[in-house]
């Protein structure tokens, strides 16, 4: 394949579908800003391997491999705790029971653990299988259904408005 007609290929693929890619890397991170520092880094590795990349069946499969990869490195580095900057919420002084913005799925996926946030926008976001994202984990399907349920009961705490813990509470 010439150069020019790879560069051009490449540009077709980044061109439709880099919105994607940086909504999957907002899903993963919560943050705009790194999301698009993170397709950035999928594109990157996209491009340095597109002779190959371009031959393979799925390369949606193949740049969120590398996208998830990327987020889940930048987690483990101890570098990471330095470098962002993670916004308080604002406290309102009265707040008013409305169900709507208590069920905030953004914040209530913030709280997760990466690989279990990872997990669930593969598995709801992406719509793969257990099978499928286990393979861009690189873990067992035993591992991504545990995560998983780990994630969705996180997320159901995180979700219930306060009003209702209160309430379990006094009726139990």
Known sequence: ???SERDAEFTEYLRARSGWLTRVGYLLCGDWHRADDLAQTAAVRLYRHWNRVSRVENIDAYARRILVNAYLNERQSAWSRFTFLHRGTIERE??????????DLRGALAKLAPRQRATVVLRYYC???VEEAAEVLGCSTGTV????AR??????????????????????
Do not use: W
Not at 94 to 103: E, G, H, K
């Open 1 to 3: 394949m010439a150069i």
């Open 94 to 103: 009265a707040p008013t029971l409305d169900a709507d913005a208590s069920l």
């Open 127 to 129: 719509d793969l299988s």
């Open 145 to 148: 259904k545990s995560q998983t």
């Open 151 to 172: 994630a969705l009961a996180h997320l159901r705490v995180f979700l219930t408005p306060a009003s209702a813990i209160e309430l379990e509470g006094i009726t139990r």
